[in-house]
């Protein structure tokens, strides 16, 4: 767990029996695999990246159905500056219209939608889109999908280090607990499961608090074409772990 504050759900705390192991609470996935699925069609980037987006509303589905409750994403790494301007912005553009137009149905169909990550140096027109897609989104009782956009899991850390210092400074005491509740993740539960598609097999700074006992899922498929088979075998792979949390 990340916070003392997480919502009550039997299976946060039952880690080690298999019957409450079976479906994990939260899933993280990382959005790999847009550019090259594009690529392999012989299209631009960016239509690999549309084609990223239109696929987390079908994702959110599956998961809802499975009675997944947390979904995080990682759309958009405090690294992924380094791309072209134009895939970056085009990205942003891309983001900020799906936020507008899907977020409300999400929204209807009982997702809290969240950010996690930097605001600055986010475009004004996206951070608007988040805010407006994150409004009114407060009762987690439904699914929550948090959105990591500018978002590293250093500076993550650093963010989280800054908020505890002062208050440390006032008698706080800094402990595991005092810095979860200072990350973006506050109130979430930890995620059980990280899937990483797109056939690379690292972290590149997502959740490096938050994974530390994730089961962790790798697969070539990449995002776009992470279907409903790809959830099911990721699903069935995490019902096979045995979690120990360094116990035996
Ligand atoms: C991490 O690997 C992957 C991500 C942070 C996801 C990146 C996805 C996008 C930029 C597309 C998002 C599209 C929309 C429309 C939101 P990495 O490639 O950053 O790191 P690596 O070089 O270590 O593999």
Redesign the pocket.
């Known amino acids: 767990m990340t916070s003392e504050t997480s919502p009550s759900d039997d299976r946060v705390n039952g880690a080690g029996s298999s019957a409450e192991a079976a479906v994990p609470l939260h899933v993280a996935f990382?959005?790999?695999g847009?550019?090259r699925w594009a690529t392999r069609q012989g299209l631009p980037r960016l239509a690999?990246?549309?084609a990223?987006?239109a696929h987390v509303e079908r994702v959110v589905g599956m998961l809802k159905h499975r009675g997944v409750r947390y979904m995080t994403?990682?759309?958009?790494?405090t690294?992924?500056w380094k791309?072209s301007k134009e895939?970056?912005d085009?990205?942003?553009e891309?983001?900020a219209d799906?936020l507008t137009h899907t977020g409300p149905r999400l929204r209807d169909s009982g997702v809290s939608l969240r950010h996690l990550g930097r605001r600055q140096p986010l475009p004004a027109a996206l951070l608007a889109a988040l805010d407006r897609a994150c409004a009114d989104c407060g009762a987690d009782d439904g699914f929550v999908l948090a959105?990591?956009?500018n978002?590293g899991g250093r500076a993550e850390i650093v963010d989280a280090v800054k908020a505890v210092l002062p208050r440390a400074e006032q008698g706080l005491q800094v402990d595991e607990a005092a810095i979860s509740n200072a990350l973006y993740t506050a109130g979430m539960p930890d995620p059980d499961l990280l899937v990483?598609p797109?056939g690379?097999v690292?972290?590149?700074?997502?959740m490096l608090w938050q994974a530390a006992y994730a089961e962790l899922y790798f697969s070539p498929v990449l995002?776009p074409d992470f279907g409903e088979d790809e959830i099911d075998r990721a699903l069935h792979a995490y019902a096979q772990r045995q979690r120990r949390f360094g116990g035996l």
Request: no cysteine; charged share 20%.
């Open positions: 990382v959005m790999d847009n550019g690999g990246h549309r990223g987006i994403l990682y759309m958009f790494s690294e992924n791309r895939e970056v085009g990205i942003f891309l983001l799906w959105m990591a956009v978002y990483r797109g690379e690292r972290l590149s700074n997502f995002w």
